[in-house]
């Protein structure tokens, strides 16, 4: 099983749409919680952090269920901008190391 | 600005030869990463480092090679062993246990 499995998509939303993504995580003890944006043949770049209490940005918010194990990543008023892939990423911690499980991603196009 | 620089950003390889990717960083992380990204595949982890001189496999280091003599500094070698090496291959680094990722602009390598 994998420790991070996400719906690869391609997820195709009309401009000004509500699109959410999720992504499981297999580890029970895992402590961090992340979402990256990677455009394309680009390097990943953090979007943001998940918390326990859930977090907004702006037209983003990422929630955290450790009871289901996901965490999810919900994109309001989509702009042609938002068209990217998004990585969940997930830090198990082994021997004290920082090490981060990355999903395969979630390809999103918004359209005009 | 602080942050990390991968060269070069496009590389050649012919059979049989081993290259070198360089990834410098100037944030003051203690730890860094090199992943592998291969399409439809997502990010898998080669060989990560905690501190200077120490390194730690990660889960296909199988015909790598990396070294850590400077906190700054952590380049990766691609042995001839690398059967399959034509990828996107991205370092990072980390502050602490908790915290994201900061990645560089990564390497594309191509086997000719």
């Known amino acids: 099983r994998k420790e991070v499995e996400q719906d690869p998509g391609p997820f195709n939303v009309p401009e000004g749409a509500t699109v959410a993504f999720n992504c499981t995580y297999s580890n029970s003890a895992s402590q961090s919680f992340f979402w990256y944006r990677q455009d394309c043949r680009k390097e990943p770049k953090l979007l943001m952090s998940?918390?326990?209490s859930g977090n907004e940005d702006g037209r983003f918010t990422a929630q955290l269920n450790r009871a289901s194990q996901y965490i999810s990543l919900l994109i309001r008023d989509s702009k042609l901008s938002d068209s990217a892939t998004y990585l969940c990423?997930?830090?198990?911690?082994?021997?004290?190391?920082?090490?981060?499980?990355f999903g395969t991603g979630t390809r999103l196009t918004v359209i005009p | 600005d602080g942050g990390i620089t991968q060269s070069p950003k496009y590389l050649f390889r012919k059979e049989g030869q081993n290259v070198t990717l360089s990834c410098e960083q100037n944030l003051n992380h203690d730890a860094m990463y090199w992943y592998r990204q291969d399409p439809g595949q997502g990010l898998r982890l080669i060989y990560y480092?905690?501190?200077?001189?120490?390194?730690q496999k990660g889960d296909i280091a199988e015909g790598y090679s990396v070294s850590r003599e400077k906190k700054e500094s952590f380049p990766l070698t691609v042995t001839s062993a690398q059967k399959n090496p034509t990828a996107f291959y991205l370092c990072a680094s980390s502050v602490d246990r908790g915290y994201g990722y900061t990645f560089g602009s990564g390497t594309r390598l191509t086997v000719v």
């Open positions: 998940v918390y326990s």
């Open positions: 990423a997930v830090n198990t911690r082994s021997s004290g190391a920082n090490n981060l499980f």
């Open positions: 480092s905690q501190i200077v001189n120490d390194f």
